[in-house]
């Protein structure tokens, strides 16, 4: 089951990572999980950053008492895409939804700074697709697979506007117009997430926020 998830994630990863899982014989390993240092290198060729890499292997294992969900759940996206921006620039886009049902609930994630959302996220997508939820992320300007200087952001206001202007396209498919609308908003996206609700709070059934960046301390010399 992992060997197929891999292999099926690999179809929209870039040469550098298909490289990278050739050269470590990921594909015919008898063993998982993947060993951390293997992991750092995956993440490295796949541009992700020095901030995402360093994070790999630093959280302390699940508990026992909580649920571990098939990776299978964690690999595979839906579908995928480039968003242009107001400022003319290409945001990478994903989706995930139920194998088995058709999902009532849209969840659109805001990753945290020197993430993105199609890797970083997935234990957490993993859990909301598991539950029956349809999730939307995209990667923020300078991160991931998003044009722009690498992690440099020159306004959140432009940050918002990617959100606001991409997730409610979204929303305003046919198919959506019924469906329940839930922010997620991670770390220093949480500022993000709580912009977007009290832009237009009436849009929005609700947000989520974890470990939210909700003020910067000012300091005093």
Same mark, same amino acid.
């Given at each position: ?8 994630s ?13 050269k470590?014989?990921l ?9 951390v ?8 060729a796949?541009g ?7 994070s790999i ?11 571990v ?27 995930w ?13 805001c ?8 890797? &970083?996220?997935?234990? =957490? $997508?993993?859990?909301?697709? %598991? *539950? ?7 990667n923020?300007e ?15 206001g ?14 305003e ?8 609308r839930?922010?997620?908003?991670? &770390?220093m996206?949480? =500022? $993000?997430?709580?912009?977007? %609700? *009290? ?5 929005w ?11 910067v ?5």
């Open positions: 089951m992992h060997r197929k998830a891999l292999k099926e690999l179809e929209s990863c870039s040469a550098a990572v298909k490289l990278e899982t050739k470590h014989c594909l015919s390993r008898t063993s998982f999980p993947i060993p240092p293997t992991l750092r290198k995956l993440v490295r796949a992700l950053g020095c901030i995402a890499e360093i292997g630093v959280v302390p294992p699940v508990p026992e008492c909580m649920p969900f098939p990776n299978r759940f964690l690999a595979i996206l839906s579908g995928q895409d480039f968003f242009v921006n107001s400022r003319g620039n290409r945001l990478f886009t994903c989706m939804t139920p194998r088995k049902s058709e999902c009532k609930v849209l969840i659109f994630i990753h945290g700074y020197g993430a993105e959302c199609s890797i &970083s996220m997935g234990d =957490t $997508v993993a859990r909301l697709v %598991h *539950r029956g939820y349809a999730v939307h992320g995209i923020h300078g991160h991931g697979k998003s044009s722009g200087s690498k992690g440099y952001l020159s306004s959140f432009d940050v918002v506007r990617d959100c606001s202007d991409n997730f409610k396209s979204v929303c498919k046919q198919e959506n117009r019924l469906k329940k839930f922010l997620y908003g991670f &770390s996206r949480g =500022t $993000v997430v709580l912009q977007l %609700h *009290r832009k237009d709070p009436l849009y059934d609700g947000a989520v926020l974890l470990a939210p960046m909700c003020k301390r000012s300091l005093t010399h």
